[in-house]
């Protein structure tokens, strides 16, 4: 199974600070990677697909890089709403699909 | 409006059995593949399993094969979790989760369910 290393566990920012957040699997798995925000008491929420592709609605400031074996996401401009845990996901071939252990985002 | 609704989740002891069930509407269910995921409380996500959309194949974690059955009634828009021989480490909050595929070969989980917890305890 690939197994998916994300950094750091947990880190504090400032409103308006650029905050990036790590993934590596353990395999290279091309672009097949995802990235969710889960707020507390809710559902996670997919952001982006494919390493780099927004889904609609999810707010620019949000982008995602990587292809083989290192990935990041990154918050260009940290605001209030964006505390939560993020995970990152692989689809690559077939299941097990597996995710980030996760990064909790928080407000300082 | 889609929505995934989660029910089944409650207290069991370790060993025994329990069906969860994820009722869904807005969306065409028999056109997708569906997935149930699990979160401890206050831990990760772990992906449980997979269902193709005619239930023709399905694929499980390490951790529950052998143990759980994941299966569908698209007359129903139902999925089901069939989760036998129980333990502690099974505690968790268990979404139901349509898998959305792109045509370039992309998948991805959304939308979620609320979820429904299941308590492994003596």
């Known amino acids: 199974d690939i197994q998916m290393t994300q950094s750091p566990s947990s880190l504090s920012a400032s409103i308006g600070d650029r905050v990036t957040i790590t993934c590596r699997p353990s395999?290279?798995?091309?672009?097949?990677l995802n990235w969710y925000q889960q707020k507390p008491g809710k559902a996670p929420k997919v952001l982006i697909y494919a390493a780099s592709s927004l889904l609609p609605g999810v707010p620019s400031r949000f982008s995602g890089s990587g292809s083989g074996t290192d990935f990041t996401l990154t918050i260009s401009s940290l605001q209030p709403e964006d505390s939560a845990t993020y995970y990152c996901?692989?689809?690559?071939?077939?299941?097990?699909?597996?995710f980030g252990q996760g990064t909790k985002v928080e407000i300082k | 409006e889609v929505q995934l609704v989660e029910s089944g989740g409650v207290v069991v002891q370790p060993g025994g059995s329990l069906r969860l069930s994820c009722v869904v509407s807005g969306f065409t269910f028999d056109d997708y593949t569906m997935h149930w995921v699990r979160q401890a409380p206050g831990k990760g996500l772990e992906w449980v399993s997979l269902?193709?959309?005619?239930?023709?194949?399905?694929y499980y974690a390490d951790s529950v094969k052998g143990r759980f059955t994941i299966s569908r009634d698209n007359s129903k828009n139902s999925l089901y979790l069939e989760m036998n021989s129980l333990r502690n480490e099974d505690t968790a909050f268990y979404y139901c989760?349509?898998?959305?595929?792109?045509?370039?070969?992309?998948?991805?989980?959304?939308?979620w369910g609320q979820g429904t917890l299941v308590t492994v305890s003596s």
């Open positions: 989760v349509k898998d959305h595929y792109h045509s370039s070969g992309w998948h991805w989980f959304d939308p």
């Open positions: 996901q692989q689809t690559y071939s077939t299941p097990p699909w597996t």
């Open positions: 395999q290279d798995i091309d672009k097949y």
């Open positions: 269902i193709t959309w005619n239930g023709a194949s399905t």
